[in-house]
């Protein structure tokens, strides 16, 4: 039995042109949104799709070949869809503690700056009153700007008025109003927010596309798709409103357990329990029975029914588990493809010593690393995790965000 690197591999040889046309007709109906980053998992048998963030960061993580790459592609999607702007301007999360994040921040203005745009970084912090400089991780330094809003035109407080908006905020307590009827694009748009976006609608989307790639291409879709049902209005405060939860994961492990048993597979399936809207790895659990949702402690459940700046969780998605074979340092990783323009530019691992093999790895004690990058002179320098293959995860990923962009609301 062929493992699905192989197979996409095989695929990706023989039949290329058949594999481009598909994606240029699946393009044709839907163009991907300005950036994305996909978090995959990777059994060996199986690789999927487990999050897709429309207002990624990390760009700091990225090898210096794939940040060449990725300012190659944002120059070629400026010409595309803005050839006259020439001013940008960087919307980013109200991190403030978050030092790794300013360098993500440092390196995103970098890339639009090698694209041909002046950039400066705004904030949509209402308590930032006046320009402030922060010390990313690396040591450099960043500036934030205080907004303004002028008859619809959003500016700072010096008169530097952007042509666009880059958004690197993920909105998920809502469109705050000074983002309300803004002249100006804000890219990727702000109602993409995950203050209204739902992964369950997302992964209905992917699973679409996966099952026609599938079929065209005589794979198994199970191999690059992970099951997954939504819960509307759960408490997680209420014991009584877990029922939703408790058949929902029974309907997914037997779904799982038969396709164990038909590719002889001997681990036992597992579940997680995502919030249907949010990151930063908020609001997930891992079960491998519907009893452990209705045992769980009031702690559990308390931590289970916030995310991301004290927002209730209200919706979740059930998501069949895969199992990680990948590893960085002995400790289990996943891989994250960056892409631009739907286009894959390069890749991090996400490892967690704290963390095994089944368990969600974007939670306390995560590092990043390099992922294999296609530069020989990079390869001294950054990690290359066993059986690495960028352009098969690359792939999967280009269905990911192609499923993105079909997401209606």
């Not at 058949?18 to 980053?37: D, K, L, M, Q």
């Not at 700091?60 to 301007?89: C, F, G, V």
């Not at 694209?115 to 330094?141: D, H, M, Y």
């Amino acid at each position: 039995m062929l493992k699905i690197l192989d197979t996409i591999k095989n695929l990706t040889d023989n039949r290329l042109d058949e594999v481009e046309e598909w994606f240029a007709n699946a393009r044709s109906i839907s163009e991907p949104y300005f950036y994305t980053s996909v978090d995959l998992r990777h059994s060996g048998l199986r690789l999927a799709p487990v999050d897709t963030n429309l207002f990624p960061a990390g760009f700091n993580n990225l090898s210096p070949a794939a940040q060449e790459r990725a300012s190659l592609y944002i120059t070629r999607y400026l010409q595309d869809h803005y050839p006259k702007a020439k001013k940008a301007l960087i919307l980013p999360e109200n991190h403030t503690r978050n030092l790794a994040y300013f360098d993500n921040l440092a390196v995103l203005m970098s890339l639009l700056e090698k694209s041909g745009l002046e950039t400066r970084i705004g904030s949509i912090n209402p308590e930032l009153g006046s320009p402030q400089k922060f010390t990313a991780a690396s040591g450099s330094e960043i500036t934030q700007y205080p907004l303004v809003k002028n008859h619809g035109n959003l500016l700072l407080a010096d008169g530097y008025t952007p042509d666009i908006i880059i958004l690197n905020n993920d909105l998920t307590p809502g469109i705050p109003e000074i983002l309300q009827q803004v002249n100006q694009p804000l890219i990727p748009p702000a109602n993409m927010g995950w203050f209204r976006r739902r992964k369950s609608v997302h992964f209905a989307e992917y699973k679409k596309l996966a099952k026609n790639f599938s079929e065209k291409f005589s794979i198994d879709p199970w191999l690059i798709c992970a099951s997954s049902h939504q819960c509307g209005m759960v408490d997680f405060k209420d014991k009584n409103s877990m029922e939703c939860l408790a058949q929902s994961i029974d309907e997914i492990l037997e779904e799982s357990r038969k396709k164990h048993k038909e590719y002889a597979i001997e681990s036992e399936p597992y579940i997680y329990i995502k919030a249907d809207s949010g990151t930063y790895g908020m609001g997930i659990m891992t079960v491998k029975s519907a009893g452990e949702v209705l045992e769980l402690n009031k702690k559990e459940r308390n931590k289970m029914s916030v995310i991301k700046e004290g927002t209730q969780v209200s919706e979740v998605i059930i998501q069949e588990g895969i199992e990680t074979i990948d590893m960085v340092e002995n400790s289990p990783a996943e891989p994250m493809v960056y892409m631009i323009d739907g286009i894959p530019t390069g890749g991090i691992y996400r490892f967690n010593s704290q963390r095994n093999m089944q368990n969600n790895l974007n939670a306390a004690g995560m590092s990043f690393t390099g992922m294999c990058d296609e530069s020989e002179d990079e390869l001294g320098k950054w990690k290359k995790v066993k059986n690495c293959n960028f352009h098969a995860h690359g792939l999967i990923a280009s269905i990911a965000a192609l499923a993105a962009a079909r997401e209606k609301y």
